[in-house]
């Protein structure tokens, strides 16, 4: 009986190699021509985060007076948050100053009481850094409790604690949840999210509101 020979690695890449040819060949441009693309983009998105970066810095000190209208809009040969964030905030195509822009923006409706406005662009907010994530997320929760919508501040203080790095950032949106619960008369909840608070983070500012805001409801349980 013969015994069948295998052939050889070398022998199955050539096979492959003639059989593909023409894929192989589309395949290796396709990968020359993203190598490229990928370095033009890169390089684009130095460019657009230099050029965001310094657009931002022109607004920081508006926002540190209060001129939010202004920061906002721009004025003149200024631009404003809101010009910044649609030109440089993206979740992929984005640069670091651009989305900051786009915090700053949500920030800024919310700084004027235009809840609204400031929770569409909270949910538009894309952060690499955790705790500015959990900040955007926060702000979301800020501006269902100013709309008395207190299950979804809950929700959305929550969901900012568990993305938060920072311990006593993730102690004060804890205490923002229970608080919403308080606030909607959810004494349960509270009571059971600020004892989570003094357990889990001892020392902390929002431990000690906690223990404040507990003995407060305690009566009422």
């Known amino acids: 009986m013969e015994q069948s020979v295998k052939p050889s690695t070398e022998e199955n890449f050539l096979y492959y190699a003639i059989k593909y040819k023409t894929a192989l060949i589309a395949t290796l441009v ?13 390089r684009q998105q130095k460019v657009n985060e230099l050029e ?4 931002l810095s022109r607004i920081a000190p508006l926002l540190d007076v209060g001129e939010y209208g202004v920061a906002i809009n721009g004025k003149g040969h200024v631009a404003g948050l809101k010009k910044i964030a649609e030109e440089y905030s993206g979740k992929y195509t984005g640069t670091p100053s651009g989305n900051m822009a786009n915090l700053l923006l949500a920030n800024a409706w919310y700084s004027s009481k235009e809840y609204d406005k400031a929770l569409s662009v909270f949910k538009t907010v894309s952060m690499e850094n955790n705790d500015l994530a959990a900040a955007a997320l926060a702000g979301t929760g800020d501006c269902y409790f100013n709309k008395n919508q207190f299950a979804k501040a809950a929700e959305s203080y929550q969901e900012a604690s568990k993305k938060a790095d920072n ?16 606030e909607s008369k959810q004494l349960a909840k509270a009571s059971e999210l600020y004892t989570k608070i003094i357990a889990d983070y001892p020392g902390s500012t929002g431990a000690v509101v906690a223990q404040r805001s507990l003995w407060q409801i305690s009566g009422n349980l």
């Open 30 to 42: 396709l990968l020359i021509s993203l190598g490229a693309g990928t370095f033009f983009w890169v």
């Open 52 to 55: 965001a970066a310094m657009q």
């Open 167 to 182: 311990s006593a950032l993730k102690a004060q949106y804890l205490t923002n949840a229970a608080k919403s619960f308080q």
